[in-house]
């Protein structure tokens, strides 16, 4: 059974910098795609970025490009989002996701496994 755990989530200043982490345990990720959306209060479950486990091939959405960085670190099974430059508009509730395939996966619903999720509030 996969399980994932986020960490990392808080409350920030504007232009400030927030790294989430996702620990990921109970299979072998070779051939997985991580992700992770976001949740704010009223709105659909958003997109954010993706990493394909073994290449490290990353896609972003539009919002957080240049901003925001995905990484895996093999060795400890996780997966980082390296958010800077943080906006007011960012704040959410933030998921990890993943999905047993090597594909670009932008759909909630293309994911098998979900972490519990980590606020993130960035006040103006």
């Known amino acids: 059974q996969v399980q994932l755990v986020e960490s990392g989530g808080g409350l920030v200043q504007a232009g400030s910098s927030l790294r989430l982490s996702c620990a990921a345990s109970g299979r072998t990720f070779s051939s997985y795609t991580f992700a992770w959306f976001r949740q704010a209060p009223g709105k659909e479950r958003e997109f954010v970025a993706h990493?394909?486990?073994?290449?490290?091939?990353?896609y972003y959405a539009d919002s957080v490009k240049g901003r925001f960085t995905i990484s895996r670190d093999n060795a400890k099974n996780t997966v980082y989002l390296q958010m800077n430059v943080l906006k007011p508009e960012d704040t959410a509730v933030y998921y990890c996701?993943?999905?047993?395939?090597?594909?670009?996966?932008?759909?909630?619903?293309?994911?098998?496994?979900w972490g519990q999720g980590t606020q993130v509030t960035v006040s103006s």
């Open positions: 990493i394909w486990w073994s290449a490290g091939s990353t």
């Open positions: 996701a993943a999905a047993p395939m090597t594909a670009s996966l932008q759909t909630w619903y293309a994911y098998d496994y």
